[in-house]
């Protein structure tokens, strides 16, 4: 076989644009899924069974069924309805799907925090929910950073599903540079590789923020 | 010992106090009054209900039946509920210092965040204002040069330090301890104990639950002994430590006189 790399030089523009709107789409749901995650988590902590019990509800279907269903559920079964950019389907449905694995996270980290870390706010003068605010999140939050890095990392690989309901993300992107080239297997080596780099920054990146926080714990 | 005309008001007073874990009792009618600027330690054998009175007092447990006084004004409040009473005990407690044991320092934050952290939210103080006076605490105790050190790079003494100047921050009235120095390496015992020696000559008025005898002999005024959630005799330290009435003290101090633990 000869490899032939000539049409990824040529739709190498194409390619950095998938690469955008794939970093536009992680970013847009890391920051719905971390914030999102945490409040569902206090929410399902600390509030009464009517609240809390729906969201346990919620962040159980979101984890015990398949990503790409859950996307085609938005986006054509909402769609009888209400017609939504596939961009911002995809970023909400990633966006639930990991909120739902954030939370999970930030409920264990939550209750990790000791007792007495909430008895010695509270002698203080703190309310129950600064109490929560203050002692409680921040270091349940930095106790999370390797678990919420390691679902940022498998989220960024998953924007490539957005593909199936058409989101011009990186995969999306060169499949019709396939179609008029018929070279698959280079595109989808330099995509690889393109992921590859991504990941590997990522993991950088967690491992610096997590040597940066450890001496908070 | 003090020289303030008004020593003799009761700053915190505990009056029948019972409090029950399900079917065990474990405060069985307590009374006590610690005056202004008093020293009063608490000594018994592990079980006795010291820790449970003295969580009692700023409401970290619930007692079931009694009064609890902080400078005349009730502690406990069993007509208030939901958000009233939580603003009530949240007030109360501005004024009460709690040291605890195991520190229960902030990891999260620096050491002089950890003694700021409440005068700036629950004071309004401002960060500039804030920073002077945690930095006149943390003088207090010592450890000025650890500002803007985490409290896992610090010493169990050092970390107890702060988190006395952590509560002191809030100007209390009054300084529980609940065996501040029990979790300490036996080194560090003395650097701990020597600041709340010097609470005591500034005439702080404080609660101390402690199994350090001969400290509790050296800084009180007044001395109780605890068992099975009764106040079993209660005097002098000196009396109590050497000359005690009750067989049951005599017995307890047998055991652990000499060998502080
Ligand atoms: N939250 C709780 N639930 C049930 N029982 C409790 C609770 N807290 C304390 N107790 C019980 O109450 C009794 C008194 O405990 P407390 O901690 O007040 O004793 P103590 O005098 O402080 O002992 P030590 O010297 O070991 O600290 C013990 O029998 C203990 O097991
Ligand atoms: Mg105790």
């Keep these: ?217 | 010992m003090s020289t303030e005309q008004s020593t003799d008001t009761p700053m915190v007073e505990v009056r029948n106090v019972h409090k029950r874990f399900g079917d065990l009792e474990v405060l069985k009618g307590i009374n006590l009054t610690v005056n202004r600027g008093k020293i009063i330690s608490i000594i018994g054998p592990s079980g006795s209900g010291k820790s449970t009175l003295l969580r009692s007092v700023n409401h970290l447990e619930v007692i079931d039946e009694g009064a609890i006084l902080l400078d005349g004004v009730q502690v406990n409040r069993p007509d208030m509920k939901g958000l009233a009473f939580e603003r009530h005990i949240n007030n109360i407690r501005q004024n009460m210092g709690m040291v605890f044991q195991h520190f229960n320092l902030f990891p999260h934050l620096s050491t002089i965040d950890n003694v700021t952290l409440a005068p700036r939210k629950l004071k309004g103080m401002d960060k500039k204002t804030a920073r002077e006076l945690g930095m006149e605490q943390l003088e207090r105790v010592g450890l000025a040069e650890k500002a803007d050190v985490f409290p896992n790079w610090l010493s169990g003494g050092q970390k107890q330090r702060v988190a006395i100047a952590r509560a002191l921050a809030m100007k209390p009235k009054v300084m529980l301890f609940d065996e501040a120095t029990s979790a300490l390496d036996p080194e560090l015992v003395e650097e701990v104990n020597r600041v709340m020696r010097s609470l005591a000559e500034e005439h702080m008025t404080m609660l101390i639950v402690t199994h350090e005898m001969s400290f509790a002999r050296d800084v009180s005024d007044w001395a109780l002994f605890m068992d099975g959630g009764v106040v079993v005799e209660e005097c002098t330290p000196d009396k109590l430590f050497s000359n005690p009435d009750q067989e049951r003290t005599r017995n307890f101090l047998q055991k652990h006189l000499g060998n502080n633990h």
């Design chain 1, 1 to 217: 076989m000869v490899f032939d790399f000539a049409p990824v030089i040529t739709y190498f523009p194409t390619l950095l644009k998938g690469v955008g709107v794939g970093s536009l789409v992680a970013i847009a749901v890391a920051l719905m899924s971390i914030i999102g995650g945490l409040v569902v988590a206090v929410i399902s902590i600390y509030t009464k069974k009517v609240v809390s019990w729906p969201l346990r509800f919620f962040i159980w279907l979101f984890m015990t069924t398949p990503l790409l269903l859950q996307l085609y559920f938005l986006y054509f079964g909402l769609g009888e309805w209400i017609l939504i950019p596939a961009i911002v389907v995809g970023i909400l449905g990633l966006g639930f799907h990991y909120m739902a694995y954030n939370a999970d996270i930030f409920i264990a980290t939550i209750k990790s925090v000791s007792d007495g870390q909430y008895e010695a706010s509270r002698s203080l003068g703190f309310g129950h929910w600064n109490t929560i605010l203050y002692i409680i999140v921040p270091q349940a939050f930095i106790r999370s950073i390797p678990q919420l890095g390691n679902n940022m990392i498998l989220m960024v690989k998953d924007t490539s599903v957005l593909s199936a309901i058409g989101v011009a993300e990186l995969v999306y992107a060169s499949q019709y540079a396939i179609s008029v080239s018929f070279r698959p297997f280079e595109f989808f080596m330099v995509i690889a590789l393109m992921y590859y780099v991504i990941n590997i920054l990522m993991e950088l990146g967690q491992a610096w923020l997590e040597r940066r926080t450890a001496y908070r714990r």
